[in-house]
């Protein structure tokens, strides 16, 4: 399998784009923290060309001009909005001309049903695909934007405290990562068992819930590194040795056994491929010394 050389930041939604100066660990001039900062350090710098693509939003020029904006605070002012509506647009010239002079794109938050119905295999997919695949081309999306990134799409689902069959609603994203099944908002609108219920149904792929403010960076599609103030729950569904889900009737609670979960905070790290996780310790944090890396 061919690695990427492209890397891929998919955000939970809800990254902070409003800081004072008692928030100085979110400045670009006092390190990392600020998700949005990521998505320019490893697109280039400030002088990079980002593209954001506002597909998903209701409300598309309220949502590019907050970004722009913010962006333009952290010192990034290189940017375009791309509101795709249609495949017409998404395999107009003048639209591939701009993804092909960009250093990184960033798909918004809203619907990810939108960002698939205009945009899944037109040309602009196509050239997305072809960057990330053979350049040093970053692809973010935050919220539905990041949702989007997978194969297998969560589309809407009920955020229910039972685990049912067939709550959820799929859809088919982008595709950028086929082993992964990503879900944003995780924490705070509750949505453990709709992810379950995508790994009973797809145990050979990843469940990666973002919580909000939280992101994950994706390298040679295989090595990710968790970003941002919150946490990001990993769901490994290879070692189910309970799984009904394809004998139950729909709408039956489901039961799983052995579904391995990993909670990863910033700086933390998991590698898809050999299933492991790699803890950051910042000994400065710990009442003893201990190992600054622990591999599981």
């Known amino acids: 399998m061919i690695k990427p050389k492209g890397t891929l930041i998919a955000i939970g939604g809800n990254e902070q784009k409003e800081f004072t100066k008692r928030d100085e660990k979110f400045h670009p001039h006092f390190g990392e923290g600020f998700i949005l900062q990521d998505i320019i350090n490893h697109s280039g710098g400030p002088e990079s060309r980002i593209e954001i693509i506002t597909s998903a939003s209701a409300i598309p020029e309220v949502v590019g001009d907050k970004y722009k904006e913010t962006f333009k605070i952290l010192g990034a002012e290189n940017l375009g909005i791309l509101d795709i509506r249609d495949h017409e647009m998404a395999n107009d010239p003048n639209t591939l001309k701009r993804i092909e002079e960009a250093d990184a794109v960033l798909f918004s938050g809203g619907d990810q049903s939108q960002i698939s119905r205009f ?100 390298s040679e599609g295989n090595v990710c590194e968790i970003i941002g103030s919150g946490m990001v729950v990993l769901f490994d569904g290879s070692n189910l040795d309970f799984n009904e889900y394809q004998n139950l009737r729909d709408y039956v609670p489901i039961s799983l056994a052995n579904l391995t979960v990993h909670i990863l905070a910033t700086e933390d790290k998991y590698f898809i491929k050999e299933k492991k996780a790699e803890i950051h310790y910042d000994e400065r944090h710990h009442k003893e010394d201990k190992e600054k890396v622990m591999q599981f």
């Open 119 to 218: 945009i899944k295999g037109t040309q602009t997919h196509e050239l997305l695909n072809n960057r990330y695949v053979n350049e040093e081309f970053v692809i973010a999306g935050t919220s539905a934007g990041s949702v989007v990134m997978s194969d297998h799409m969560i589309a809407g689902g009920r955020n229910g405290t039972v685990l049912k069959k067939n709550d959820l609603k799929w859809g088919r994203g982008l595709g950028f990562m086929r082993d992964v099944i990503f879900d944003s908002h995780f924490i705070r609108r509750g949505r453990f068992g709709r992810l379950a219920e995508a790994v009973a149904l797809h145990p050979d792929k990843l469940g990666v819930g973002l919580g909000e403010d939280t992101g994950i960076i994706i």
